[in-house]
């Protein structure tokens, strides 16, 4: 588990939100972060997933949480990916 690793929520309007990554992003974050948009989609019709303040990605953290992100995907939530690791969670 990446120890340096949080998810920061900012509310951005009443029907949107921006998760702000910091740290390292791994197999843990990335159940981490599931978990947090698990919850937020049901309150927010716009989701961000900000990844400027990440510092590394694991590619196994990435094996795990993109299955995850296609499922949400079908939910009413728009859910986007910006910041400069956003390439590496394109498949978002």
Same mark, same amino acid.
């Given at each position: 588990?990446a120890?340096?690793?949080?998810?920061?929520?900012?509310?951005?309007?009443? #029907?949107?939100?921006?998760?702000?990554? %910091?740290?390292? @992003?791994?197999?843990s974050?990335?159940?981490?972060? +599931? /978990?947090? *948009?698990?919850?937020?989609?049901?309150?927010?019709?716009?989701?961000?997933? #900000?990844?400027?303040?990440?510092?590394? %990605?694991?590619? @196994?953290?990435?094996?795990?949480?993109?299955?995850? +992100? /296609?499922? *949400?995907?079908?939910?009413?939530?728009?859910?986007?990916?910006?910041?400069?690791?956003?390439?590496?969670?394109?498949?978002?």
């Amino acid at each position: 588990m990446a120890k340096n690793f949080h998810v920061r929520e900012k509310q951005k309007g009443r #029907d949107s939100v921006v998760f702000q990554l %910091i740290g390292d @992003f791994d197999a843990s974050s990335a159940c981490e972060l +599931i /978990t947090a *948009l698990s919850q937020g989609i049901h309150k927010n019709r716009k989701i961000t997933i #900000d990844t400027d303040r990440l510092r590394a %990605i694991n590619e @196994f953290g990435l094996a795990v949480f993109l299955p995850q +992100i /296609t499922r *949400l995907k079908h939910t009413r939530a728009d859910i986007n990916v910006t910041g400069r690791f956003s390439e590496d969670f394109r498949e978002c």
